[in-house]
């Protein structure tokens, strides 16, 4: 008798972002949008390729390698075989997570200008 496998937990933060990139497959770029970012893969929407094939998201001059892990009509999974540390996708992510722990409220409350009321009455 046999255990179920109980799944891993994944090793890197997800991060939501939108990245346009171009997926480079073995006969055509497609063009996408990479709505879910972390070190070691993405999710793509506009973008499906056949499970287990190979592909390159190309971004800000960079290639990224990837291996498509699911794949549905309009978007697909990927995992990246080397991990990014660097380059302008890895930067995209910093930004992204950057972005994340600023409170939206704290970001508006610093521009508005010391006035009374709705016309800036003083």
């Known amino acids: 008798m046999t255990t ?9 933060e997800r991060t939501r972002v939108a990245i346009d990139v ?20 993405a999710r793509i929407d506009g973008a499906s390729m056949p499970a287990r ?7 800000g001059g ?14 697909m999974g990927v995992r990246f075989p080397y991990e990014l540390t660097h380059g302008p996708l890895y930067n995209a992510l910093d930004r992204a997570r950057a972005a994340a722990l600023i409170d939206p409220a704290q970001i508006f409350h610093g521009r508005r200008a010391v006035t009374f009321g709705r016309r800036g009455l003083n």
């Open 4 to 12: 179920p496998r109980l799944p891993l937990p994944r090793r890197h």
């Open 22 to 41: 171009t997926v480079n497959g073995v006969l055509n770029f497609v063009e996408g949008r990479i709505t879910d970012l972390s070190e070691g893969g």
């Open 53 to 59: 094939s190979r592909c390159e998201i190309h971004y």
């Open 62 to 75: 960079q290639v990224v390698y990837a291996v498509v892990m699911w794949s549905e009509v309009d978007r």
